[in-house]
């Protein structure tokens, strides 16, 4: 965690869950590469940290430490450009997300599970490790590294 100044906000961990309006739909992991591209440009403009970070084909989950609580406009941005130019691309998310914020650690591992292991959980591959789109494989190479 971010080291902070006693006149400074603790930073934010918060797991979330966003998802296409249409369930079943694979356009997350058809278009990741437009994903991936919309949370550099929000990062950049609005930085946070990201510890997790799972795209099925139909929703994404993630956990992100904050420098704030305004994860609403980053979330809003990423969508707005993800969404841009494509058919239908303001119809595409549900306008809702899932936002819970993590409380400790054992909350945090909690989640950071739940991220890698719902591949599997949907049938997708048979291990975490098998699923291309998740952050599973950076923290495996992290810690065996180190």
Request: proline share 9%; charged share 20%.
């Amino acid at each position: 965690m971010a080291q902070h100044t006693p006149s400074d906000p603790p930073p934010l961990q918060m797991f979330f869950t966003a998802s296409l309006r249409q369930p079943g739909a694979d356009l997350l992991i058809l278009e990741v590469e437009r994903l991936r591209q919309a949370v550099r440009v929000t990062r950049a403009e609005m930085p946070f940290q990201i510890n997790a970070w799972v795209v099925l084909p139909d929703h994404i989950h993630t956990i992100w430490t904050l420098p704030d609580a305004n994860y609403a406009a980053r979330w809003r941005r990423i969508k707005m450009r993800f969404s841009a130019g494509m058919p239908h691309g303001r119809g595409l998310w549900q306008p809702r997300l899932w936002a819970q914020p993590l409380i400790s650690q054992t909350d945090f591992d909690r989640h950071m599970r739940a991220c890698w292991m719902d591949p599997v959980r949907h049938g997708l591959v048979e291990e975490a490790g098998d699923w291309p789109y998740s952050s599973f494989h950076i923290r495996t190479a992290l810690a065996m590294a180190g």
